[in-house]
């Protein structure tokens, strides 16, 4: 009960900010961007995979939310959803333009660096590019709920309205996922995903 509490709470003060925010208030505006720039950050990171085009794409889906602002209605859904739908839409742009392009797929730019163990730095690579190549072969859609739920660390209702889908779709194409994952890294003599 406290939890939605405190979620009817987190959303009033965010519909009053965005309400200042359409009213022309710059430090409204600023708290939203505080409040969301990391999450949006890590949704994008995950699906781009470059820290520098990350940061960029970022910047793009703020300046976006500034421009049309004034257009958000409260419909039921919060604005968190409303926003990581410009940043799913921004995403979608990216790709075209990098097919129009013929440049490299989102996960080619993946990098995790291990501390000064080389061997722990080869196996470490070695299963980022497992687990990437899984993630490539996911459908689009549990692809996109994977990232939500444990890249931007979204709940399955902000996740469910972030994509438009019902909370039973997200958990069903969340559940979906990770077990492809899972099973994929199995044959790769990988231990399971939890």
Request: aromatic content about 8%.
């Amino acid at each position: 009960m406290e939890t939605k509490n405190q979620n009817v709470e987190v959303n009033d003060r965010v519909e009053g900010l965005v309400s200042r925010a359409q009213n022309g208030e710059q430090d409204a505006f600023t708290l939203l961007y505080r409040e969301y720039v990391a999450q949006i950050y890590r949704y994008i990171y995950l699906r781009v995979g470059d820290t520098d085009q990350a940061e960029d794409l970022t910047q793009e889906v703020f300046l976006r939310v500034i421009k049309s602002i004034g257009s958000y209605r409260y419909r039921g859904h919060p604005f968190a959803s409303w926003l990581f739908r410009v940043a799913h839409n921004l995403i979608i742009d990216y790709y075209r333009q990098i097919e129009k392009e013929g440049a490299v797929s989102l996960t080619d730019s993946i990098v995790i660096t291990a501390d000064d163990d080389p061997a722990m730095t080869v196996e470490q690579d070695m299963e980022v590019q497992e687990i990437k190549q899984a993630i490539e072969n996911l459908p689009p859609r549990q692809r996109e709920v994977i990232s939500l739920r444990f890249g931007s660390e979204l709940s399955i209702a902000e996740t469910a309205r972030a994509i438009g889908k019902t909370e039973g779709t997200v958990k069903k194409l969340q559940y979906e996922g990770i077990l492809k994952l899972r099973k994929s890294m199995e044959k790769c003599g990988r231990k399971a995903i939890t």
